[in-house]
């Protein structure tokens, strides 16, 4: 499995980004795919996921209402939308994939770094 993330940027607090994770390598449709960030000198946490047979998603307390996590099953691609980005959301994201209803995710993908300034 290859998870290939891009879309990380330099963005003003209030505003937007989207992440692109593009999946290769088997076929997703017993995965969830998602994404998890480190902050600089933080443990790394979950922020999104998505089921990939039916589209369920779950995103993490701090990012639910300003986050919305998408796919694209006909490109294999997973989409992270970051609205109303605080400073706070600054860290390495990181695209991930595992079977679904594990909350395991065995698969990582190489981060993609999103600043927010004040």
């Known amino acids: 499995v290859q998870l290939q993330a891009s879309g990380g940027g330099l963005v003003q607090a209030g505003g937007s980004l989207r992440l692109s994770c593009a999946a290769s390598?088997?076929?997703?449709?017993?995965?969830?795919l998602g994404w998890f960030r480190q902050a600089p000198g933080k443990e790394r946490e979950f922020v999104s996921s998505?089921?990939?047979?039916?589209?369920?998603?779950s995103h993490a307390d701090s990012v639910k209402g300003r986050f919305t996590i998408s796919r694209d099953s006909a490109k294999n691609t997973v989409y992270l939308q970051m609205n109303s980005l605080k400073p706070e959301d600054t860290a390495v994201y990181y695209c991930?994939?595992?079977?679904?209803?594990?909350?395991?995710?065995?698969?990582w993908g190489q981060g993609t770094l999103v600043t927010v300034s004040s």
């Open positions: 998505i089921r990939w047979s039916d589209g369920r998603t």
């Open positions: 991930v994939a595992g079977l679904s209803g594990t909350g395991k995710y065995d698969y």
């Open positions: 390598g088997r076929t997703f449709s017993t995965y969830a």
